[in-house]
């Protein structure tokens, strides 16, 4: 079903591990969409950002944190409806911000990861892209850290 991401809820949460803060950024998808989510948006993109200012705790400091603006949402803008994909969960740890975006098996990953670099030639992103059609990694998120 297709849903804009611009009409959905996004959450927010805080919690720690090993020692240090992690924070999360999702849409208001309840787990039990899942499973027909799952079915249109079968392969997971993974962009791990490299933050280049954080504090102790691995934070990034929030002047900082302002300036990533345009490229968060050069990297979520594609997926403000769920054509493409979705974006699952943003989450921000130990010096890295990664987001964990489902995508439909006819998206141009490599395009779309080009057009980004070319914007964004300073920021530094690792790619990852890997099956999951049972959507493994958000069902992980949601039972270890209460996502509903």
């Not at 699952?88 to 489902?102: A, D």
Request: hydrophobic fraction near 35%; aromatic fraction near 14%.
């Amino acid at each position: 079903m297709i849903i804009p991401n611009a009409k959905r809820t996004w959450l927010t949460g805080e919690a720690e591990y090993d020692g240090l803060p992690i924070l999360f950024r999702k849409p208001d998808i309840k787990v039990s969409e899942f499973p027909s989510l799952s079915r249109d948006y079968p392969i997971l993109l993974i962009l791990k950002h490299d933050l280049k200012i954080v504090k102790e705790n691995g934070l990034p400091d929030g002047e900082y944190n302002q300036t990533l603006e345009d490229f968060d949402l050069s990297i979520t803008g594609p997926f403000k409806v769920d054509t493409n994909g979705i974006v699952g969960l943003i989450q921000t740890y130990s010096g890295v911000r990664t987001y964990y975006i489902y995508v439909t098996e006819f998206f141009k990953v490599e395009e779309y990861v080009n057009d980004l670099r070319n914007k964004f030639p300073h920021e530094d992103c690792i790619v990852e892209v890997e099956p999951d059609q049972r959507w493994r990694l958000l069902n992980g998120y949601a039972r270890d850290f209460g996502f509903p």
